[in-house]
């Protein structure tokens, strides 16, 4: 495997489910992010992790709850959710610490909420 | 408030000539743009990107270019392949705000039509 890798791929939940989501990258990075991309809408940053460490949580609702056991992994915990909560979730790294930006996506878990 | 939008929700280009994509931003502490392509059911690639102290970055068929009094910044692609096709969107970072927010535009879809 090579780059950012999220799965499932797709996903369709009830409201009183409990799922996690999984993305895992392999280019050595020690940072790692969540996005949410709803319909018509820019990417949303949910949460930041450096180092294993959150740094940012984007006021994010508490149904959905982070976890990053180690530089290379990172879950998304879902519970309770709500209809509106249907989206493209986005896992994303980089190499903190350099002196470029850039962030490299897995190819997203397509969430439904019913 | 969207610190970051990308005005025109579409772009319809022949194949072979110009396209340029234009994103804007509020923020004046904004100081690293990127621009990302997302082909459907992939995640976001990182395309180019511009630091502040630049006006013009160049990389093979992409230019963007940066104008830091008109908070604008503009992606060039020369000439436009139907390979091309794909949504485009802009991100800004600010170097003095925690690691890796990136605050994305809304995206344009462009069509590279043959």
């Known amino acids: 495997e090579t780059g950012v890798t999220q799965t499932p791929r797709h996903l369709v939940m009830g409201m009183t489910n409990k799922k996690s989501l999984k993305c895992e990258q392999h280019l050595g990075h020690n940072a790692m992010y969540w996005y949410k991309q709803s319909a018509k809408k820019p990417l949303e940053l949910m949460f930041v992790y450096n180092f294993k460490e959150q740094t940012e949580n984007n006021s994010v609702p508490s149904r959905f709850s982070p976890e990053c056991p180690n530089s290379s992994h990172l879950f998304l915990h879902l519970h309770t959710l709500q209809p509106e909560d249907s989206a493209l979730y986005l896992c994303?790294?980089?190499?903190?610490?350099?002196?470029?930006?850039?962030?490299?996506f897995g190819p997203g878990t397509r969430l439904t909420v019913t | 408030d969207q610190q970051v939008k990308q005005n025109s929700p579409s772009l319809s280009v022949q194949e072979g000539r110009i396209s340029i994509l234009n994103c804007d931003y509020t923020n004046s502490m904004f100081d690293y743009f990127l621009w990302y392509k997302k082909y459907p059911a992939e995640g976001p690639t990182f395309l180019i990107s511009i630091s502040s102290i630049k006006d013009k970055n160049e990389d093979g068929r992409f230019t963007v270019f940066l104008n830091k009094s008109a908070k604008h910044l503009s992606l060039h692609i020369v000439p436009s392949q139907p390979g091309d096709s794909a949504v485009y969107f802009c991100a800004a970072s600010a170097s003095g705000t925690s690691y890796g927010k990136l605050t994305f535009g809304q995206g344009t879809i462009l069509t590279v039509h043959p």
């Open positions: 994303a790294s980089s190499q903190a610490g350099g002196t470029s930006y850039e962030q490299y």
